[in-house]
Each structure stands twice: as C-alpha cells, then as structure tokens.
C-alpha cells in the first residue's frame, strides 16, 4: 500500500480555493502519467481467468477457486513470462523465467493460495494478505498454527500474487466474495467449530467486513476471534483522488494515470508497482468498514475480540484511527491493542520528524479506554532491552511488566508498516541472509556508498522488512486463539 502516500501528499500544502486545489492536483498528476517510466507487460497485460464476484455461482467451493487459480497463472506464463528475456542480467527481474527472483521457480510458490491440514484440528484460521502483498506475508504464522493443530488457509486475494496488472482490475465484491469462500470452506471443514481470522495491512479490512457481515447474517459462521496486523482502518482523505486519477487513464496518452507508483519488479511475492485502482480499492474498503463500525447496534451479537498489532510509527495507516475508530468504540473487556515502540536508547528527539511518544503516553494514562494495551518498549531509556507494559481497561496503571528477553538490534530505530509478521529469520526479508547464496535475499543490507549504484530503490533499504519481536505476535496469538475458543465454550 506504500503508493498510496503519493496521494497524500497533495494535502500538505496551503490551503487555497477548492477550484484551484483541484485544478493543481490534476496538473501534478498529468505531469505524473506523462513523465513515469516505460509500462512492461506485468504492468499491461490483463489476465482474465482471474476469480470474480461475478463467478461465485460458477466457482462454488475452495477446490473451484484453485482450480481456476492454476488457470490463471498458467495464463500467467503465456502472457507474460513468454514476454520477458531471460539470463545474468535479467536476475533481478520476478518475470524473467528461471531468475532470481522468479517466485515460479521455488518450491512451494507462496504467491498461491495454501491450504495447511490436520488429522485433528484445534481449529481453523483463515489468513488474509495485504493490497500489493501475497499470501507469503503470512506464511511463518501459518505454519506455526499448523504445527499447533490447527487447520490453516492462506487465501491468494484477486488481483494478487501474479502481476502487478492484476490491481488494474480488481475490486471490492471480488475481495470480498473470496473471503466468503474460503471462510464456508473452512466452517465446513471443521464442522461449526472455533474459526478464526488473522487480516494483514487491508486483509484487516477485509476480516473487519466479514465480521460485521456475520454478526447480521446468520448464514455466515461467526469467526470466535479476529487478530489484525498492521491494520487498515482509515487512509489519508486524500485517496478519494484515486478514482478520478484512474478514470483520466482511460485518455490517449495518459495510460501512466493508472499507476500511483511503478518500479522494477524484483520482489518474488510483493508488487513493487502500485495501481491506482488498488488505492481506490482500499479507500472504499476502510471507508466502508469505518462507517459500519461506527453505526454497530448494542441491542445485535457483539463483534467477535480483536487483538491488534501496531507499530507506532507506520506510513500507511496511523494508530489514531485503530484507537478512534474501532477499539474505542467496540464492547468494552474483549479487545487489546499491542504496541511497538521506537528504539528510544537509538531515535534521538533531535532526529525526529514527529515523535509518537505522545501518543502512546496518552494512551498508558487514559483511564476510559475500554480494552488492554500492551506496550512493547525500552526496559529504559539507557537500556535496548525491551519490556512488555501491560494496562488493563479503564485503568491508568501499568497492571504488569514483563520482562521479554528481546533487545533492539543495533541500528535499528523502529518497526515499520510491511515488518510486523515477518521474523527475523524470514529468508527473503530478514535479519541475515541464509546460507544458500542461490537464493535472493531482500532483508536487512547495512549497505553506504554512492546513490544510484545498486538495483534496490533507496527506501527499500531503510525501510524495516522483519520484525525482532515477532516472538511477541506469535506467542500473543496463541494465548488469544485460546482465550477466544475457551470464551465460546467451543474447545474442551
């Protein structure tokens, strides 16, 4: 979702007439479409086995949905792979056959829909992905989940996992008629029993809509727990401008309209490139989300408890609306909020473009939050030792410390939006390479020399890519995945 600040930054300048604002924005965004880069065929080339809300009827089970999932990269292949050289300098091109970064060429191809079984299962958790990721951003909790006993579907979302040309095309209903799917497959599978939802980044958003389908719908199984990763829940104003943006492309010439942000295509299982449509998409997605929340009726079924997974500096959705607009207005004693500090031994106050220690103090002192926070930060401000603060709802009190035999690793100084449920030894995003140096490694490069020598753009390599206290997320959610079945009266 990173192509979506492109958008925001059209806020920040002085206010000025509505007219001439407007007349700006366009201006900014013409220059935009006609001065980008060339468009390659991962950025043309329109894939029609693609699954639809207009198929549901035809594509009825999750078995359907692979099927024509197979089709689709098979199509794949024929458009676009075949389009693309291949050889030594094609290594760091995803759609050069044979190459690097050829998610094709690896064992399993995490950009498909997974399915993890069990002869026994605790219980079933569907994984939902983020806009421009694939089911690989989930992976590791996955098979964590698995190895507990739990019966795991990593859901590929439309648009996704194949080229970046697929976020052109998709829409709300298509998301939304897949997570319905799977989540029918899953119930079915277990028989009615516990099933939960784990949504990254605009999968959030996406588990946030079946939820609150569900509590209206009794012909939709009830997930008895959500956890929500890095969510989605309310992006700048300024993305409402996606659709018009996207709607001027359609214009001889301004075919460049049609994306926020294009870049080479190096990552196996993220789009680099973002489409217009996919920020218009999410736009819809949380405004949506963010007013049925807000309209929830006391007198209806309570939403299932939500655990949240936040960093408190993120450059896509902020913290305010994950308090404003959806904990703090949800039933009081069921939801907790895990947050990331910055490294305070490592970001200096003097190197700070916007501190979010006030924030975060606001919420350890308000009393009338209605659910727990859990605050991951320094033991000390002298110490990279961090600690877990506890505080329970509608209290002012730190109720426990626990100490998490976790530090921050040196030179770190904050997670990020895209780090939060990969860990460290993730062998495409993390701490250290692996040993095999056959395979692409895209994690933590301490790399200082001239600009414009390497392939990666400069804010690749800033920017946080795994998590050193995903211990955390993992653990916490399997404590919570107890918690919410053992509520329900669904486990024994």
């Not at 989540?183 to 980044?201: E, Q």
């Not at 690793?409 to 860990?423: E, K, Q, R, T």
């Not at 395979?439 to 490069?445: A, K, R, T």
Request: proline share 8%.
């Amino acid at each position: 979702m990173t192509g979506m600040s492109l958008l925001a930054k059209s806020d920040t300048r002085q206010p000025r007439s509505g007219a001439l604002q407007l007349a700006t924005i366009a201006l900014l965004l013409l220059v935009q479409a006609c001065s980008g880069p060339p468009l390659k065929p991962w950025h043309t080339e329109k894939l029609t086995e693609e699954f639809t809300a207009a198929q549901a009827e035809d594509v009825q089970s999750f078995a359907d949905y692979q099927q024509l999932e197979q089709r689709l990269f098979n199509q794949l292949e024929e458009k676009v792979y075949a389009e693309v050289e291949t050889g030594p300098e094609y290594q760091l091109v995803r759609y050069s056959a044979g190459s690097a970064a050829d998610p094709q060429s690896k064992t399993p191809n995490w950009n498909h829909s997974f399915e993890l079984t069990s002869e026994a299962p605790t219980g079933g958790v569907l994984l939902l992905h983020g806009m421009s990721d694939s089911p690989y951003s989930l992976r590791a909790l996955a098979q964590t989940l698995n190895q507990r006993g739990y019966w795991v579907v990593g859901l590929r979302l439309p648009g996704h996992g194949t080229a970046p040309s697929g976020l052109k095309y998709v829409s709300p209903p298509d998301m939304i008629a897949a997570v319905r799917l799977a989540m029918a497959h899953l119930d079915a599978t277990l028989g009615g029993g516990p099933v939960h939802i784990i949504g990254y980044s605009a999968g959030a958003s996406l588990a946030l809509d079946f939820a609150l389908d569900a509590i209206e719908d009794t012909t939709l199984p009830v997930p008895v727990s959500l956890v929500l990763i890095s969510p989605a829940i309310r992006v700048h104003s300024a993305a409402g401008m996606a659709r018009f943006k996207d709607g001027m492309s359609g214009v001889p010439g301004l075919k460049g309209m049609a994306w926020l942000q294009v870049q080479p295509e190096f990552d196996p299982y993220k789009y680099n490139s973002f489409a217009t449509n996919a920020g218009d998409v999410v736009h819809q997605l949380t405004r949506s989300v963010d007013s049925r929340v807000a309209a929830l009726d006391s007198t209806k079924p309570a939403m299932p408890p939500i655990l949240v997974f936040k960093s408190t500096v993120d450059a896509t959705v902020t913290t305010e609306a994950v308090v404003d607009n959806l904990l703090a207005v949800l039933a009081p004693d069921r939801n907790e909020l895990v947050l990331f500090d910055i490294n305070r031994t490592a970001a200096k106050s003097t190197l700070l473009i916007d501190d979010p220690g006030p924030l975060t103090q606001r919420l350890m002192d308000d009393a009338t939050l209605p659910f727990t926070v859990t605050f991951i930060t320094n033991e000390n401000l002298q110490s990279t030792a961090v600690v877990a603060r506890h505080k329970d709802p509608f209290t002012a009190d730190v109720t426990d410390i626990e100490q998490l035999d976790l530090a921050w690793p040196s030179g770190v100084i904050s997670l990020s939006h895209v780090a939060l449920p990969f860990p460290p030894d993730d062998p495409l995003y993390g701490r250290r390479p692996p040993d095999n140096d056959d395979i692409l490694f895209l994690g933590e490069m301490a790399m200082q020399g001239e600009r414009g020598l390497v392939k990666l753009p400069d804010d690749w390599l800033l920017r946080l890519r795994y998590n050193p206290f995903y211990q955390v997320i993992e653990t916490r959610v399997l404590e919570w995945f107890d918690t919410a079945s053992n509520r329900s009266g669904l486990k024994e």
